[in-house]
Structures are given as structure tokens and as C-alpha cells.
């Protein structure tokens, strides 16, 4: 279910608050309304909101001290001051105040809207990359459990898959047997050491045999390591 947005504004003009309202509703923005500073406390209290829209002179509290209050106890959600002051000094006394951004009067409510996306873009988190391990011209996806070399799909079996994470995520360096054992097979059985050799020739008939650049190598006495070189 999609979240609906949540707007508190603080504006004393009735006629502007409304319009600024509708507005907003009609881009899917619930707004609700205080005309002065204490019913705007009062109704920010009750429940949470995705972003504040503060007019710096009205009734009771003023705007500038409604901002301090709400950042407070939440540090996150947008301050937006709309305010027809805009000399430097006001400007500077909101930002003091971590407000987020200030707009001054008389505005477009397209400039309005286009400010409150802008902040909550900046709110979203950013979708964090899958994991992509590179070698060459071999790509792996860990998250995936894909492979691909040359832009061909291989299918692996498990054991396979988790073994050549392994080995390239070592980057270039040899890993033991005994490494190998403890990492994919847990010790889980014996005459592991064979199995390993039996699975790196798995790999290498997936991995390598199709292909000149062999990517899977042994280093006699020591173990095995997956480099382009």
C-alpha cells in the first residue's frame, strides 16, 4: 500500500492556506492547517508528518520558534519557511533554526510543490549496488548466484558457486585447502582434499575450458587462486 504524503502548514492567511491546500491534496499531499503557532504545536504533537510548512509571522509563537521546537525532537523531516520577509537576516535566523529550505511570497505553488519533492528526494534512501565481483572477463553476482564469462551465462551447482566466490574474492591470493575446507565444506566430511580437487575441476571445465584466458590456477604445495595473470 502506498504511503500518502502528510503536510502540517502554519499560515495565518485563510485564503492562501487554502489554496496552498487544495493544492497540495490535488498532488496527493494531505495537508493539514494551523492559523498560529500554538494550535500548530498542538496538532504537530498528535501525529507524524512527511514535511513542515512555516509561515515566520504568525499569532502566539512565530514561525522561527516553531521550527526550533520541531527540530527538537526530529532532527529529519523538511522544514520549508514560506514567508514574504526576505530580507538576509530572516533567511539567515530560519537556516540557524535548521530549516531546510526558504521560500519567499508571493510563489508558484508549482515552485512550492517542486521544493517539498526536492527535499523528500533527498530523504530516500539510495538503492544500494548489488555486489559485482569482476575478473577479466568474468562477472559474478554473490546476491544473485549468477556467473556469467563473456557475457554467456554457466550454470553452477552450489558447492561450485560458493567455492569460485571464494577463490575471487581473494583477489589474486592462493587459498589453502585447508582454507577452502573450513570456508565451503565446514569440515563436514573427510577426504575433503579430494573433493576440492574434484570441484576445482568442476570449475575449470565451466570456467576455463571454452575460453584462453584461464582464470583458476594451482599453486603446487600451496592451493589454488583465480587470477587473469
Request: contains cysteine; glycine residues 4%.
Amino acid at each position: 500500500m502506498n504511503h500518502i504524503m502528510q503536510a502540517l502548514l502554519l499560515e495565518d492567511d485563510s485564503v492562501l492556506s487554502s489554496e496552498i491546500a487544495l493544492f497540495l491534496e490535488s498532488k496527493s499531499i494531505k495537508t493539514d492547517k494551523a492559523e498560529d503557532g500554538e494550535k500548530f504545536l498542538d496538532i504537530f504533537s498528535k501525529k507524524p508528518y512527511d514535511v513542515f510548512l512555516l509561515d515566520i509571522n504568525v499569532p502566539k509563537i512565530n514561525g522561527l520558534d516553531i521550527c526550533k521546537t520541531i527540530r527538537e525532537s526530529n532532527s529529519e523531516t523538511p522544514i520549508i519557511i514560506i514567508s514574504a520577509y526576505d530580507g538576509i537576516e530572516e533567511k539567515k535566523e530560519a537556516f540557524l533554526r535548521a530549516a531546510d529550505d526558504y521560500l519567499v511570497k508571493p510563489f508558484l505553488l508549482e515552485e512550492l510543490l517542486l521544493r517539498i519533492n526536492s527535499q523528500m528526494r533527498r530523504l530516500t534512501p539510495k538503492t544500494e549496488e548489488k555486489e559485482k565481483i569482476v575478473v577479466e572477463d568474468l562477472i559474478i553476482y554473490p546476491e544473485d548466484s549468477k556467473v556469467f564469462r563473456s557475457g554467456e551465462e554457466i550454470s553452477l551447482t552450489v558447492k561450485e558457486f560458493q567455492l569460485l566466490v571464494l577463490l575471487a574474492r581473494a583477489n589474486g591470493r592462493t587459498l589453502s585447502k585447508q582454507y577452502i575446507s573450513d570456508e565451503v565444506w565446514k569440515n563436514q566430511f573427510q577426504s575433503t582434499n579430494n573433493a576440492i580437487e574434484v570441484y576445482i575441476n568442476f570449475l575449470r571445465k565451466k570456467i576455463d575450458k571454452n575460453f584462453k584466458t584461464k582464470l583458476i590456477h594451482t599453486r603446487p604445495g600451496f592451493g589454488y587462486y583465480l587470477s587473469s595473470l
